[in-house]
């Protein structure tokens, strides 16, 4: 089955430095999704990406998608304390959706 | 707008007891998932819903999990008999689904813990 390896599982930074997650897959996506969750909290939407080598930005977040379509970047630029939380991909199969591991992300001020 | 409201927000309950959680999605959605959240294996999808139909229980653990969605607005998970190691949050969300694009809106969890 489809397989979702997100790295790296855990990172902690000062504040104001920047921040990346990856998330690579065993078979070429059709679309890939990130989300975000909050310590005690549930999964918020962030983006989708659908087309090859995408990229979009949403103020201090970047997402990529990568031209072969196999795997994805989230990147933070100058980190602040609110951007704590874990932050998912998820793969977008027929109907349903498959999370990865996800990366938990600490800010320290 | 509400959002996915799920109840209870917290249950525990001793092994062999019976659990049922219960999803309202949003108004509209068309597709309904239930996961299952823990540290060690982070969200799994446990099965989801296409206008209340299911397509795909290959995530319900074992016999003992169960889920219905009797019409589109209402869902439910059922444990029966429980057991400690069903401990951990469960999530239900919905989505507008058209294929597979479209995000899914999570409801806040409930949170299980079976002793």
């Known amino acids: 089955g489809q397989q979702v390896m997100q790295i790296p599982q855990y990172q902690h930074v000062q504040e104001g430095e920047d921040f990346t997650t990856y998330c690579n897959s065993s078979?070429?996506?059709?679309?890939i999704q990130w989300y975000k969750q909050r310590p005690g909290g549930h999964p918020v939407f962030l983006i989708q990406?659908?087309?090859?080598?995408e990229v979009k930005k949403q103020k201090r977040l970047t997402f990529q998608f990568g031209e072969a379509k196999k795997n994805s970047s989230l990147h933070i630029t100058a980190t602040q304390t609110t951007d704590v939380g874990t932050y998912f991909c998820?793969?977008?199969?027929?109907?349903?959706?498959?999370f990865g591991a996800g990366t938990r992300l600490a800010v320290h001020p | 707008d509400a959002g996915v409201i799920q109840s209870p927000r917290h249950e525990v309950t001793e092994m062999g007891q019976e659990v049922t959680l219960r999803c309202k999605p949003i108004s509209g959605h068309n597709s309904l998932f239930w996961y299952r959240q823990t540290m060690m294996r982070g969200l799994e999808l446990l099965i989801y819903f296409n206008n209340n139909v299911p397509i795909d229980d290959s995530g319900m653990p074992e016999d003992r999990f169960s889920a219905k969605m009797p019409n589109a607005s209402f869902s439910t998970l059922k444990i029966q008999p429980s057991e400690p190691r069903d401990s951990a949050v469960y999530f239900c969300?919905?989505?507008?689904?058209?294929?597979?694009?479209?995000?899914?809106?999570f409801g806040e969890g409930s949170r299980l813990t079976v002793l």
């Open positions: 990406l659908v087309k090859s080598g």
């Open positions: 998820a793969l977008g199969g027929y109907n349903k959706l498959i």
């Open positions: 078979t070429t996506l059709s679309n």
């Open positions: 969300a919905s989505g507008r689904r058209l294929g597979n694009t479209g995000e899914l809106f």
